[in-house]
């Protein structure tokens, strides 16, 4: 299965960009994507893996190399690993737009959002366009032949390409295991950034019980025995490398006396379920996390359809009123979203209030549903896919 959806929106990138940066999480399928969408161009194309030692050596002068390829794409898969390349990239662009081309010079891939960002943005300024690959979405895995949609196999095993579509649970599990110890392992030393594995691995499975909440970080510190600003570092590493997302809270100008914090969720329920060592979905069912794994699940699948016109945040009070999230459209509105796994929702006077404080013009309940309905005041009563078709229409 390839991201179908996701095809063209970069290869429009490609044909008005000089350089697109598609990001994501490890294994999410970059790779796969961008070869995917090669024959389709109308140039041909040099792919360079920068974990490769014999690729690496390629660029020992980068400018000679890389100038060579004129009206040909370059793909630099794990970009990341060679931050020096982004200074040689302007200036091969510079030179080519003053001799016409324009578009379609460089595709780079990288798993590392935070060093990518930083250190491209300051140096290709007006070259290039950030694109975002998520696992897959409940967008992505709807079958339009059946009508069909397998949502809870989507949440329990997340939605990275081989955990959703491995033979069993137990594979997808197997699959999970190795994919943690790798990051753990592997992926986060790779970077040169003196991470201790043992502490980072305690805090990734202590931060799994804290999914869906404000976490105390120097509670967390004092029980692994480590300094706040360490937990903070860690924290925000996980973040940079797309398996945490922090959901700020809503900063209105309200006299209530508001939560500050960052509401934390893990980004791919499956690693979640794996962290919290739930194997079995049935166990899920009875698990006490059920209810914040099945609200991040959701605030994820609606988060990832959005683009940076939109902004996101949750909103709570000191005394726990709360609303899930609060977007804020392209078109300047307000759009509450509170996320229910029954289908029949009670809501009561402080999600009203509540929706009061932050000028909501339309007022959601996510459900388990395929239903669309209007309840009490005019809040309406969704399922995903139909809100997803929705937001998609902005």
Request: hydrophobic content about 40%.
């Amino acid at each position: 299965m390839i991201y179908r959806n996701q095809q063209q929106e970069l290869i429009t990138a490609l044909d008005q960009m000089p350089i697109v940066a598609l990001l994501g999480p490890r294994q999410v399928g970059k790779t796969t994507l961008s070869l995917a969408i090669l024959p389709t161009l109308q140039k041909s194309a040099i792919y360079l893996d920068l974990e490769k030692e014999a690729d690496q050596r390629k660029l020992a002068d980068p400018s000679y190399f890389l100038g060579q390829f004129n009206g040909q794409l370059v793909v630099l898969d794990e970009v990341q690993r060679m931050p020096d390349l982004f200074l040689v990239l302007r200036s091969i662009v510079d030179e080519r737009r003053r001799e016409g081309e324009r578009t379609g010079h460089f595709l780079l891939l990288g798993s590392a959002s935070k060093e990518l960002v930083q250190a491209s943005s300051e140096t290709l300024a007006g070259r290039i366009r950030f694109l975002e690959l998520h696992p897959f979405t409940a967008t992505e895995l709807w079958d339009y032949e059946k009508s069909a949609y397998h949502l809870d196999r989507h949440w329990f095993r997340g939605g990275f390409p081989d955990s959703y579509l491995a033979i069993s649970d137990l594979e997808s599990w197997r699959w999970r295991a190795d994919f943690v110890q790798t990051y753990l392992e592997k992926d986060i030393p790779s970077m040169g950034l003196g991470v201790s594995t043992t502490q980072l691995s305690r805090f990734w499975s202590m931060l799994a019980h804290f999914h869906g909440q404000q976490v105390n970080l120097s509670s967390i510190a004092r029980s692994l025995g480590l300094s706040h600003t360490s937990i903070k570092n860690y924290l925000d590493l996980l973040t940079d490398f797309y398996m945490v997302r922090q959901l700020k809270p809503w900063a209105g100008n309200l006299k209530k006396r508001l939560v500050k914090s960052p509401k934390i969720y893990f980004r791919d329920t499956g690693i979640l379920h794996k962290l919290l060592q739930i194997s079995e979905y049935d166990v899920l069912l009875g698990h006490p996390t059920l209810g914040a794994s099945w609200e991040g699940f959701m605030v994820e699948q609606i988060l990832a359809v959005l683009d940076d016109r939109w902004s996101c945040s949750y909103y709570r009070t000191s005394t726990q009123v709360e609303l899930d999230l609060v977007l804020q459209t392209p078109k300047n509105e307000t759009w509450v979203v509170e996320i229910k796994r029954g289908t029949m929702p009670k809501l009561g006077r402080g999600f009203f209030e509540a929706c009061q404080d932050v000028g909501a013009v339309r007022r959601f309940v996510l459900c388990n549903t395929t239903e669309h309905l209007v309840l009490a005041r005019d809040t309406e009563q969704i399922g995903l896919l139909d809100l997803i078709g929705l937001l998609k229409t902005l």
